[in-house]
T-cell receptor, first 115, second 113 residues
Framework: KAGVTQTPRYLIKTRGQQVTLSCSPISGHRSVSWYQQTPGQGLQFLFEYFSETQRNKGNFPGRFSGRQFSNSRSEMNVSTLELGDSALYLC??????????????FGSGTQLSVL | GQQVMQIPQYQHVQEGEDFTTYCNSSTTLSNIQWYKQRPGGHPVFLIQLVKSGEVKKQKRLTFQFGEAKKNSSLHITATQTTDVGTYFCAGVGSGGSNYKLTFGKGTLLTVNP
């Protein structure tokens, strides 16, 4: 089975722009979660999608949004980019069987740099 | 909200020495997971602990879940250079229908050969 695929691998944007990141989960996985990773803050939860619905959300401003498609692929969007948005954005998929916690499979991430 | 604290933040050891990282939650957890992230890589699942007082072993790695289900530890015996990386714990709260995993900030382990 192919792993979790994230595109693009690297992105350079300027302040004020917007960006869309893509994530293709492992085949058969229905849940997709997004995390922001920075050296100082570790892994910060952004949101989780299951069956095209946002099931959980972290404490990020409304500039961060996401969606999930019927094939479980997910996108996240960041509008009006700020310098502090520079980070590694990780997508993780899981089976989504509704268990309290499932093993997460992470993609390689998208490294976003905001100049 | 739920907080998961991990100590130490960094640990440098000589190859062959033991290593332990500790994870503490502000609330009772339903379960806890551990992940390893190699430098330049992405987190990879190691194990999940569910029961109070549970102990699991994977070769040189020993994972423990506290009796109160508020803390956990990962112990590596006789470290090797392949153990280098950041170890994260991640917990899920025991109340409600919150599926969100809260990650600790991780412990970066470096090993001097």
């Amino acid at each position: 089975k192919a792993g979790v695929t994230q595109t693009p691998r690297y992105l350079i944007k300027t302040r004020g722009q917007q960006v869309t990141l893509s994530c293709s989960p492992i085949s058969g996985h229905r849940s997709v979660s997004w995390y922001q990773q920075t050296p100082g803050q570790g892994l910060q939860f952004l949101f989780e999608y299951f069956s095209e619905t946002q099931r959980n959300k972290g404490n990020f401003p409304g500039r961060f949004s996401g969606r999930q498609f019927s094939n479980s692929r997910s996108e996240m969007n960041v509008s009006t980019l700020e310098l502090g948005d520079s980070a590694l954005y990780l997508c993780a998929s899981s089976l989504g069987q509704g268990l309290r916690a499932e093993k997460l499979f992470f993609g390689s991430g998208t490294q976003l740099s905001v100049l | 909200g739920q907080q998961v604290m991990q100590i130490p933040q960094y640990q440098h050891v000589q190859e062959g020495e033991d290593f332990t990282t500790y994870c503490n939650s502000s609330t009772t957890l339903s379960n806890i997971q551990w992940y390893k992230q190699r430098p330049g890589g992405h987190p990879v699942f190691l194990i999940q602990l569910v029961k109070s007082g549970e102990v699991k072993k994977q070769k040189r790695l020993t994972f423990q879940f506290g009796e109160a289900k508020k803390n956990s530890s990962l112990h590596i015996t006789a470290t090797q250079t392949t153990d280098v990386g950041t170890y994260f714990c991640a917990g899920v709260g025991s109340g409600g229908s919150n599926y969100k995993l809260t990650f600790g900030k991780g412990t970066l382990l470096t090993v001097n050969p």
